[in-house]
């Protein structure tokens, strides 16, 4: 089966961050898979100050937030994907609010589901080594990226744990459903991905 990865860019726009800040407080720095938001979160994202108009459905912030438009989010409970949706409003630098309604995707599910072996990336064998004898080292510097789809199963949506990749993995299936809705989102096969 194919996957394809969420990327952070999008064509003609380039890189589309902000920072984001949440109510409450958090106490600590933001964790987007082990921070435990409360139930009535909410949160508010400045957008970079080259950024003059935002439209696209997904970005990323450089607090790790995962930031998906209204539009999104709809597919994403049709698809039964698990996440904690924050509430968020999204500004320009200047204040003036985006047109929209946006959401943090929070809490994704994360799947340890790279084929070490066949995967080319940086410290190879001290990750291999570390697989049978912990600590897990993370694995970082991809050069190619190859999934174990047995440990997929049936998720549609996924990040990848013990890497530095943080961008979402979808199905071909959920790919092609974000196509014929045509949400503004770039999305690269896996295989031909470069972080």
Same mark, same amino acid.
């Given at each position: 089966?194919? #996957? !394809? *990865?969420?990327?952070?860019? #999008?064509?003609?726009?380039?890189?589309?961050?902000?920072?984001?800040?949440? =109510?409450?407080?958090l106490d600590d720095y933001y964790d987007p898979i082990n $921070?435990?938001?409360?139930?009535?979160?909410?949160?508010? =994202?400045?957008?970079?100050?080259?950024?003059?108009?935002?439209? /696209?459905?997904?970005? !990323? $912030?450089g607090t790790r937030a995962t930031v998906i438009s209204d539009a999104l989010k709809q597919l994403l409970e049709q698809?039964? /994907? =698990?996440?904690?949706?924050?509430? $968020?409003k999204v500004h320009y630098y200047n204040n003036v609010p985006v047109s929209g309604t946006y959401w943090i995707a929070h809490k994704?599910?994360?799947?340890?589901? /790279?084929?070490?072996e066949q995967s080319q990336y940086a410290g190879k064998a001290m990750v291999l080594r570390s697989?049978?004898?912990?600590?897990r080292r993370i694995a970082?510097?991809?050069?190619?990226? =190859?999934?174990?789809?047995?440990?997929i199963g049936e998720a549609e949506l996924f990040?990848?744990?013990?890497?530095?990749?943080?961008?979402?993995?979808?199905?071909?299936?959920?790919?092609?459903? *974000?196509?014929?809705h045509k949400l503004k989102i770039h999305m690269t096969p896996v295989g031909e991905f470069r972080p």
């Amino acid at each position: 089966m194919e #996957y !394809y *990865i969420l990327e952070y860019q #999008y064509p003609r726009k380039g890189f589309i961050s902000g920072g984001a800040t949440f =109510v409450p407080a958090l106490d600590d720095y933001y964790d987007p898979i082990n $921070t435990e938001l409360p139930p009535h979160t909410t949160a508010e =994202v400045t957008l970079d100050s080259n950024l003059r108009k935002m439209d /696209v459905d997904f970005f !990323y $912030t450089g607090t790790r937030a995962t930031v998906i438009s209204d539009a999104l989010k709809q597919l994403l409970e049709q698809w039964k /994907v =698990v996440a904690q949706f924050v509430p $968020t409003k999204v500004h320009y630098y200047n204040n003036v609010p985006v047109s929209g309604t946006y959401w943090i995707a929070h809490k994704l599910q994360a799947l340890d589901a /790279v084929q070490y072996e066949q995967s080319q990336y940086a410290g190879k064998a001290m990750v291999l080594r570390s697989i049978n004898q912990p600590p897990r080292r993370i694995a970082k510097g991809f050069e190619k990226i =190859v999934l174990d789809e047995q440990k997929i199963g049936e998720a549609e949506l996924f990040t990848l744990d013990y890497t530095y990749i943080s961008n979402p993995i979808i199905s071909e299936a959920f790919y092609q459903d *974000i196509r014929q809705h045509k949400l503004k989102i770039h999305m690269t096969p896996v295989g031909e991905f470069r972080p």
